[in-house]
């Protein structure tokens, strides 16, 4: 994309003992409230919550994460500062008491994304 | 998001024998060039390259995918269709004999995705 935005991608999975809706639903009623807190210098804070598909060949979508939550940054420094913080420090302990409630944390996992599209403009 | 934008999400590994960059050049190069042909009705042709970072409790990102690649729709009707129609059918022979140059095509998973987003209109 032609834009200069800088993202960051948490994979996560819930506790499995939680639904997928009573997950949704606390991470949207109690935990990004609580995320939101922390983002300042975050452009975008975006939960994408997967819908697992079958897949003709490979079957069903058992072994992913549960959303993907993505960071967005404008300012360059600020991604890099965010990047260095969360790959190397734990979050504040408020954070983490409340990601015990609905996350398998150990199954966390951080990205960070080359994007590239197809130009359909002249399509 | 508050747009109507429909989208399908493609996890996919590349072929273990292939390095990262020999892969997004193929794929740049060769392999979407192929299937933009197939991609009538697809607004957005977007592949996201995966650049694992380090947890500090979980560690490195090393059971990941190597590619998100998302197709975007406008039109819910097509999205359907398009769903329908890769979580049921193969690819045509000629996608499916590229996709064979370039992925470990036991990896594919398929997803779909419902959004959501902080509003940090006001902040």
Same mark, same amino acid.
């Given at each position: 994309?032609? #834009?200069?935005t800088?993202?960051?991608?948490? *994979?996560?999975? +819930? ?6 809706? %009573? ?13 939101e807190?922390?983002?300042s210098?975050v452009?975008r804070y /975006? +939960?994408r919550?997967? @819908?697992?598909q ?5 079957g069903? *979508?058992? #072994?992913?994460? @549960?959303?993907i !939550?993505?960071?967005?940054? $404008?300012?360059?420094? !600020?991604?890099?500062g965010t990047? %260095? ?6 979050m504040?302990d408020?954070i983490i008491e $409340?990601?015990?409630?609905?996350? @398998?944390?150990? %199954?966390? +996992? /951080? ?8 130009d359909?403009?002249n399509?």
């Open positions: 994309m032609a #834009d200069q800088y993202k960051i991608l948490l *994979f996560m999975k +819930r506790r499995p003992d939680i639904s997928v809706e %009573a997950f949704r639903d606390y991470y949207e009623s109690k935990h990004a409230p609580l995320a807190k922390y983002s210098g452009s /975006i +939960r919550y997967i @819908d697992p079958p897949h003709p060949e490979t069903e *979508f058992t #072994d992913g994460p @549960d959303v !939550t993505e960071l967005w940054f $404008d300012n360059e420094e !600020t991604y890099r990047l %260095a913080y969360i790959t190397t420090s734990l504040p408020e $409340d990601e015990k409630n609905l996350f @398998d944390r150990m %199954a966390f +996992r /951080i990205a960070t994304v080359v994007e590239r599209e197809s359909f403009s399509a």
